[in-house]
């Protein structure tokens, strides 16, 4: 037997604005609250599907930046250049971690400032 991811749990400042990001970005919705906390996922599934769900929970303290554990984003509809100019104009920016600029990935950030890459491999959605 083994485990499998179920959630992702990511601390924010403001639930409501990461999860209309982040919304956005994966195409997930509002799937539930706990107090300020915003649980969001797939579409027509939730939590114990086979993608993991995202909380976005209310900290006081968020820590921004290079997480020691950050989030790859792969495109499923369209190549990496137009995704990229969709996660732009949603609200992420580019993210300098020291790459070359010979990666074939973007380093860009959340509202917030948490880093994630935007992989060039599209897949299925």
């Known amino acids: ?5 179920t959630e992702l ?15 956005e970005v994966l195409g997930y919705v509002e799937i539930g609250k706990d107090g300020d906390d915003i649980e969001i ?5 939730g939590f114990g599907g086979p993608q993991p769900t995202l909380i976005l929970s209310r900290s006081d303290d968020p820590k921004p930046g290079k997480l020691p554990l950050h989030l ?3 495109p ?3 190549d990496q250049d137009a995704e990229l100019e969709r996660l732009l104009a949603a609200g992420a920016r580019p993210a300098d ?3 070359t600029g ?8 959340d509202p917030e ?5 935007l992989l060039r491999a599209r897949v299925d959605p």
């Open 9 to 23: 749990i990511l601390d924010c400042a403001d639930p409501v604005r990461m999860a209309a990001f982040w919304c």
């Open 113 to 117: 400032g948490n880093v994630f890459c």
């Open 72 to 74: 790859d984003v792969n």
């Open 97 to 99: 971690v020291g790459q």
């Open 102 to 109: 010979e990666e074939s990935w973007h380093v860009l950030a």
């Open 41 to 45: 996922g797939p579409p027509g599934v």
């Open 76 to 78: 499923t509809d369209r």
């Open 1 to 5: 037997m083994a485990c499998r991811i």
